[in-house]
T-cell receptor, first 114, second 113 residues
């Protein structure tokens, strides 16, 4: 089983609809992130949370919101989806005491807004 | 404003030869650099990292070189193997321990058997 699990893995939704992407992790990490990947733009940070009571905007937070329901759960919402939010979304976790200073990604959620 | 740039979207290399992937950055505050590897339908996975106090770090077939004055780093894979075919992302952070990473646009590496 994956340490960082995203649901759904694929979703097609209509413009104007609300959509939630969920993320859960079994790594016991306090820090969680949401990234999106677009062709030619790499991975860009949407929101991040360093603990349950901490929520921070990333570089492209407009049009998104998040909720950190527990240490292990971090969800991303699109309140009113638009076509340019079509992308591959990644949840990730990290441990600041990890000597590798790395973040661990889920398998991704493909979202298509039509 | 792309602070981390990978100017080659794709690269093809013969199996057994050296693969060299390049990355440039503009933010002089970046202090820690990482390479991630991504296969289709999977999330990126950590490959190797380097702190700005070093200019080279090796891990098996993978070596990362950092040239701070040129704000340039490169990943060398030698010898290249078919399983190395993937998209490689360069990433940077302002200090080690801050996992809020800025990623490059990625380079798709194809190893030709």
């Amino acid at each position: 089983d994956a340490d960082v699990t995203q649901t759904p893995r694929n979703r097609i939704t209509k413009t104007g609809k609300r959509i939630m992407l969920e993320c859960s992790q079994t790594k016991g990490h306090d820090r969680m992130y949401w990234y999106r990947q677009d062709p030619g733009l790499g991975l860009r940070l949407i929101y991040y949370s360093f603990d349950v009571k901490d929520i921070n905007k990333g570089e492209i937070s407009d049009g998104y919101s998040v909720s950190r329901q527990a240490q292990a759960k971090f969800s991303l919402s699109l309140e009113s989806a638009i076509p340019n939010q079509t992308a591959l979304y990644f949840c990730a976790t990290s441990d600041p005491f990890d000597s590798g200073n790395t973040i661990y990604f889920g398998e991704g959620s493909w979202l298509t807004v039509v | 404003d792309q602070q981390v740039k990978q100017n080659s979207p794709s690269l093809s290399v013969q199996e057994g030869r050296i693969s060299i992937l390049n990355c440039d950055y503009t933010n002089s505050m970046f202090d820690y650099f990482l390479w991630y590897k991504k296969y289709p339908a999977e999330g990126p996975t950590f490959l190797i990292s380097i702190s700005s106090i070093k200019d080279k770090n090796e891990d098996g077939r993978f070596t990362v070189f950092l040239n701070k004055s040129a704000k340039h780093l490169s990943l060398h894979i030698v010898p290249s193997q078919p399983g190395d075919s993937a998209v490689y992302f360069c990433a940077a952070s302002v200090y080690r321990g801050n996992e809020k990473l800025t990623f490059g646009t990625g380079t798709r590496l194809t190893i030709i058997p």
